[in-house]
């Protein structure tokens, strides 16, 4: 069995860093085709309010689905989404 070191909070404090991260990455290499939280969220289909809360750490959930679909609109394996800094 795989030991996590993390908390359940951890986790998800860790995913939206790297979902703020990969998120400007993505802006400073494609600033013709910027995507905004708002953007995000509509591509998504989620709130606004959902990928705020994700990129601050204050989200306590979210599907793997909408996690899958942010890792496709920003052209990165949904697994760095996990890796700690």
Not at 33 to 54: D, E, F, P, W, Y
Not at 78 to 85: G, L, P, Q, T
Request: charged residues 20%.
């Amino acid at each position: 069995m795989l030991y996590i070191k993390e908390s359940r909070g951890d986790i998800f404090k860790i995913i939206g860093a790297n979902v703020r991260y990969y998120r400007g990455l993505y802006n400073l290499n494609h600033p013709d085709k910027r995507i905004s939280q708002a953007k995000m969220a509509h591509m998504c289909n989620v709130s606004t309010g959902l990928i705020g809360s994700l990129e601050t750490g204050k989200v306590q959930g979210i599907s793997i689905p909408v996690l899958w679909n942010i890792s496709q609109i920003l052209g990165v394996s949904i697994d760095k989404f996990f890796e700690s800094r």
